[in-house]
């Protein structure tokens, strides 16, 4: 079955022909390399323009001046110029018409390759659909990375930026918050955390592991929590949270136990109704908040990736902050490279893919992780990088590793020790450090203790 395609498809022959022509006008000098560094050479449709296109780059990358007969010398070497008629087929073409600007011709041409490469897009999924030799799952995934890449394009395409550009970027950004204006991060409401970090970075992949029962789960939903509330007048950060091993259910009660300071085992039990009128404040104060839970198992980045696009597509609330529970149970499309391998290239793949999706977007990711076992058998049970389960890719893929440490599960008579660590093993773009912590199991959260900040050597 071949692929539906419309009798005519998106494109601009005109614009095409006035760009070279521009471009390749005596003069055109630097304004024409920006413009033509813009593009690539299957943003044109026609096959003339195209040899053509890749002859001028060809010279301007060279620093060969452009004129017709350098180009002609260019399509001669690339055997293309019989493509465009010959030298009388090159010149007629050059006579198109010259634009001031053809920065604005490049613009127009690469909307029509973009909606070009979303008709052969939407083709394909129509033929793979309709000979059903791949389940649904595959195809939705597959699509959805198709399309994050699409629109991802152009922001790939940056290329070098002038220090006066990026300058002026940075100095503007540094006012802002020098002037409160922009917060340096997103702060997560733990004060001596916060300072070490300057908050949560955007495009930062920020790994937090522990061993199973230690708290990672409960110190991520607190994060995420005081994220989104509201400080000192600013709206809270829209934060997603994707938990692939409880319920949206769990994850907000154990949400509303943190918040409301009710006992988890109270509000499971239904024994809580002393404090219901307080217990639904709370109720009403989390659903004003900017947060999003998701339950779904089995996903993988891509389909993350997807619901990150359609809620900014939906609402006038981008999210802004992410957090995975947990890396090892993520899945990798059946048609990715991981998942026909063994289980370290797999997460490793999984680990990159989160770090560019943290950078494509310009958010903090923050995924849990599990711990290798052998860290029970250390003395003392301390954390250390060489601990990350599965492969060394996290470690390498993160901007931040912190671990939970706490004192082994007591006995059935003893009494659970509250003192906890989190202890920031890596920290690329600042200090480490050991922050003493309180957990409050039956509010499922963490507080800062008094004591000061310890350095992490």
């Known amino acids: 079955m071949a692929d539906w395609l419309p009798e005519r498809l998106p494109e601009d022959i005109d614009a095409e022909r006035s760009f070279l022509a521009t471009c390749c006008a005596p003069g ?5 390399s920006e ?18 296109f890749r002859a001028l780059r060809t010279l301007i990358e060279a620093q060969v001046e452009v004129n017709s007969l350098t180009l002609k010398d260019a399509l001669d070497q690339d055997d293309s110029l019989n493509k465009v008629g010959g030298y009388p087929g090159l010149v007629e073409l050059l006579a198109g018409e010259d634009v001031e600007r053809p920065q604005v011709l490049a613009d127009v041409i690469r909307r029509k390759a973009k909606l070009r490469r979303l008709v052969h897009l939407g083709a394909q999924l129509v033929r793979q659909a309709a000979e059903e030799d791949e389940a649904p799952e595959v195809l939705v995934d597959q699509t959805a990375q198709s399309l994050f890449h699409l629109a991802q394009g152009d922001a790939k395409a940056k290329g070098l930026l002038p220090i006066q550009a990026v300058a002026n970027d940075a100095m503007e950004r540094l006012a802002d918050r020098m002037e409160g204006r922009l917060s340096s991060g997103i702060r997560v409401g733990f004060s ?15 790994v937090l592991a522990a061993r199973p029962g230690i708290g990672k789960t409960a110190l991520a939903l607190n994060w995420i929590l005081r994220a989104a509330q509201e400080r000192d007048g600013r709206p809270g950060h829209c934060g997603a949270f994707f938990s692939l091993e409880m319920s949206h259910e769990e994850v907000f009660m154990r949400l509303l136990a943190a918040k409301s300071q009710t006992n988890m085992k109270d509000l499971q039990s239904g024994r809580a109704s002393g404090r219901l009128e307080h217990v639904m404040r709370t109720r009403d104060e989390l659903v004003e908040m900017p947060l999003f839970i998701c339950d779904q198992a089995s996903i993988t980045v891509p389909q993350i990736q997807n619901m990150i696009v359609k809620q900014g597509s939906q609402s006038n609330r981008r999210v802004e902050f992410v957090i995975v529970d947990y890396l090892q149970l993520l899945s990798s499309p059946e048609s990715s490279r991981g998942a026909k391998q063994n289980e370290a290239v797999r997460i490793g793949e999984i680990s990159r893919g989160l770090k560019l999706m943290a950078k494509d977007f310009g958010i903090p990711v923050v995924v849990l992780s599990q711990l290798n076992r052998e860290v029970e058998h250390r003395t003392g049970g301390r954390p250390q990088l060489s601990d990350l389960r599965d492969s060394g890719a996290i470690e390498q893929d993160a901007d931040m590793v912190a671990f939970i440490h706490r004192k082994m599960m007591p006995s059935a008579t003893e009494e659970p020790d509250p003192s906890a660590e989190l202890i920031v093993a890596k920290h690329r773009n600042g200090p480490t450090a050991v922050i003493q912590l309180h957990f409050q199991g039956e509010f499922a959260m963490y507080r800062e203790m008094v004591r000061e900040t310890s350095s992490y050597a």
């Not at 055109?28 to 024409?32: D, K, R, S, T, V």
């Not at 001596?192 to 920020?206: A, H, K, S, V």
Request: glycine residues 8%; proline residues 5%; hydrophobic residues 50%.
């Open 28 to 32: 055109a000098g630097l304004i024409a």
């Open 35 to 52: 413009a033509v560094f813009t593009l690539a050479e299957d943003d044109f449709v026609h096959p003339a323009h195209r040899a053509v």
């Open 192 to 206: 001596r955390f916060d300072e070490l970090t300057q908050g949560f970075q955007p495009g930062n992949l920020i």
